[in-house]
């Protein structure tokens, strides 16, 4: 993971530059596995509706199950040019809709995909009992363009809405039309319900699914470490044993806040700001103990990622065996997040987030540029996959990275690295051989290394710190397998 915030001022000029959007439809239906669809329709409609600013637009619906509500999810157009929605369910009140029960925002809108957000509170619904579903089109923005099908359901509209009426009151017309491709969903069981696997052409040669009640010391190296201990990327972080555990098939890491030093005598958590202004922070950081897939091979996450809180700095990469900036270096970053991923201290979409590439030349340590990518849906509210695959067997050595949103998912290329890609130096195919082949590297460990970590931000250059942070209670980063493919 390394000091990754060091690249984000080419970053913010780049990342849309550089093509770094995948903006493909994210699955077919609105509910990812292990999800419970409660109320809605998860299927993708194919009539495009135009809803102008500050209208919402409600469609009646009975639910299909009872259960806690925890996303609501829309459809949006490939058409779209709307970049933010409030989504809301409504009890019904007579013929229109009554009561808000539910409502979130979604603030970086991928246009031909479904788009979600979390909904706080877990309020409940009842199956049979008949809800509204809506969309409020950003007030004063450009319309948002949603997908419906044909029918005869009644539909309600009213206009001049800068946020959702609550009570809705009374609907300012209504039309014919059909069910708007919208739903809302239980939380995704704890346990995924499916698995990564390698791909035709490779063999597996490192798995873990985190199926005991304990991480595999066999296989990983758990952290326990004041922050002087490689203070490259955990500064202000004590990586605490205590913060890593394994239980319902999933690892989990926290990250803390604590108000007296918690190494290494570990002291209580305190979420709230500490008297005096003085905060302490641990984390958690698990290593593989052995190296594979030198040369040709890849590597797969499956995770869900924690929730945004200032400060946080949760990350999934590959490292060769070699110690940081030696000779033949290399890192490969799939994921790392940030609150405020592109202007320090303003936050933004939640579902952003951070892919770097890391060589060491000799002298310096050098990076991709235009390392943002985004925004994927609920990477904080249910499992997706992130892959890396490296291959030194061809001219140009590649590194391609990819993101699904679960196994049996659309694979999404995000990004093909070359030494003529944009680099913060002088990039070489030789150079970025010898990383991929581990050169140098000890007989029987060779190749890349999986490390799974929550810190906090390691400065505050580029980023604002968790001290920031009025609260600092984020949820676990949650892995629920890694593997390693040999090609």
């Given amino acids: 993971m390394s000091l990754a915030c060091v690249a984000q001022e080419d970053d913010i000029a780049a990342w849309d530059a550089d093509g770094l959007l995948d903006q493909d439809q994210q699955g077919v239906t609105g509910v990812d596995a292990g999800e419970t669809l409660l109320v809605g329709t998860a299927t993708v409609a194919g009539t495009t509706v135009s809803l102008n600013a500050g209208t919402v637009d409600a469609h009646p619906i009975a639910a299909v199950a009872s259960g806690a509500v925890a996303k609501l999810k829309v459809y949006v157009d490939a058409t779209n040019t709307a970049t933010t929605l409030r989504l809301g369910l409504y009890a019904r009140s007579g013929s229109a809709p009554g009561a808000l029960v539910a409502s979130c925002n979604v603030t970086g809108v991928t246009s031909g995909a479904w788009n979600e957000c979390a909904v706080s509170g877990s309020p409940s619904v ?12 950003p007030s004063g923005g450009n319309p948002v363009k949603t997908r419906r099908a044909g029918g005869t359901t009644t539909s309600y509209w009213k206009a001049g809405q800068s946020t959702l009426p609550n009570p809705y009151g009374t609907p300012g017309g209504s039309f014919s039309a059909g069910l708007l491709s919208f739903t809302a969903v239980a939380a995704s ?10 791909p035709p052409g490779y063999t597996e040669v490192f798995r873990d699914d985190f199926d005991g009640t304990s991480v595999d010391t066999t296989k990983w190296t758990i952290a326990n470490q004041n922050t002087n201990a490689d203070a490259e990327y955990i500064r202000l972080t004590h990586m605490l044993a ?8 999933t690892l989990k890491i926290a990250s803390k806040r604590h108000c007296s030093d918690p190494y290494p005598t570990l002291s209580p958590e305190n979420p709230g ?13 698990i290593m593989g103990k052995r190296g594979h897939a030198a040369g040709k091979g890849m590597m797969i996450f499956r995770a869900r990622m924690p929730s945004p809180v200032q400060g946080y700095f949760p990350a999934l990469w590959a490292r060769n065996t070699h110690s940081w900036q030696t000779n033949t270096y290399g890192e490969l970053d799939l994921v790392e997040k940030w609150w405020d991923p592109l202007t320090k201290g303003v936050h933004s979409d939640d579902d952003l987030m951070a892919q770097t590439t890391w060589i060491y030349d000799g ?33 140009p050595a590649t590194i391609k990275y990819y993101y699904r949103d679960a196994p049996s998912s659309t694979r ?4 093909t690295v070359t030494h003529s890609s944009g680099w913060n130096g002088t990039m070489t195919d030789a150079l970025m051989k010898a990383a991929i082949n581990d050169t140098g590297c000890s007989a029987g460990n060779c190749g890349f290394r999986p490390y799974v970590d929550f810190a906090v931000q390691p400065d505050t250059r580029y980023h604002v710190s968790p001290d920031a942070a009025t609260t600092y209670d984020p949820t676990d980063l949650e892995v629920d397998a890694v593997i390693t493919c040999g090609g």
């Fill in 126 to 137: 009842t199956s049979g009992t008949t809800y509204y579903v809506t969309v409020l089109a």
């Fill in 189 to 198: 069981t704890t346990t995924p319900t499916d698995t990564i696997s390698c």
């Fill in 242 to 249: 205590s913060n890593v555990s394994a239980s319902g098939g």
């Fill in 273 to 285: 700001q500490c008297a005096g202004g003085t905060n302490y922070y641990s984390g958690g950081l």
């Fill in 363 to 395: 002298a310096n340590s050098l990076h991709t540029n235009g390392n943002v990518f985004g925004p994927y849906a609920g990477s904080s509210t249910g499992f997706h996959v992130w892959e890396v695959e490296w291959d030194a067997t061809v001219t």
């Fill in 412 to 415: 999404h290329h995000i990004r």
